[in-house]
């Protein structure tokens, strides 16, 4: 594949998260909907046996260097932070059909054998509620890798409920912008 596109690697508390999206342009590519995985391995229960700089940069290595893709996923999304991995304006990779025309969130954990708990929800929430907003972006198109018909991996594992994490970021976008519930609203 093509040159290593190089990472951000910086993580964010959801309204910081929020904050930085925003200061992005995206002239040059915009996405038009959003793949969620979860990472499978590592586990959840795992995640922080090493800092968060450091999974970056291991990732990092994994994708560019065992991988050789030229990127990964744009977010990994943890219990505690919102980590920015591939760029937000250039095109990641994570699910074969749709590269060139989606934003890959990964869900820290393996939500096949893990509990999909409130932390790891509310964070993911929050960021998508971000990330359709900043693109003025239907959360209903959400889509799950498993739906990807060119993928064969279980992803995200069977505790992620597409229908409520969609009506979950709904329901935020609707509370941070009163009055103006349509989709595509010019988020204040
Ligand atoms: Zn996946």
Redesign the pocket.
């Known amino acids: 594949m093509s040159e290593w596109r190089g990472i951000v690697g910086q993580g964010f508390r959801p309204s910081d998260f929020d904050r930085y999206a925003r200061t992005i342009s995206f002239m040059n590519w915009r996405p038009q909907f959003v793949?969620l995985?979860?990472t499978?391995a590592p586990k959840l229960a795992d995640w922080h046996s090493v800092s968060g700089q450091d999974r970056m940069l291991n990732l990092a290595n994994f994708y560019q260097n065992v991988q050789r893709w030229s990127a990964g996923?744009h977010l990994f999304v943890a219990d505690d932070q919102i980590w920015v991995f591939t760029p937000l304006n250039i095109p990641g990779v994570?699910?074969p059909s749709w590269n060139s025309i989606s934003w890959?969130v990964?869900l820290v954990g393996d939500y096949e054998v893990e509990p999909f708990g409130a932390s790891v929800r509310d964070n993911v929430v929050s960021a998508l509620a971000s990330l359709h907003s900043l693109l003025g972006l239907d959360p209903s198109s959400l889509r799950l890798?498993?739906e990807d018909p060119r993928?064969t991996?279980n992803?995200?594992g069977k505790n992620v409920v597409k229908a409520d994490v969609i009506q979950r970021v709904l329901d935020r976008m609707a509370a941070l912008t009163p009055g103006e519930h349509q989709l595509g609203a010019t988020p204040t």
């Open positions: 793949v995985h979860n499978a996923p994570h699910s890959g990964e890798h498993k993928t991996h992803c995200p």
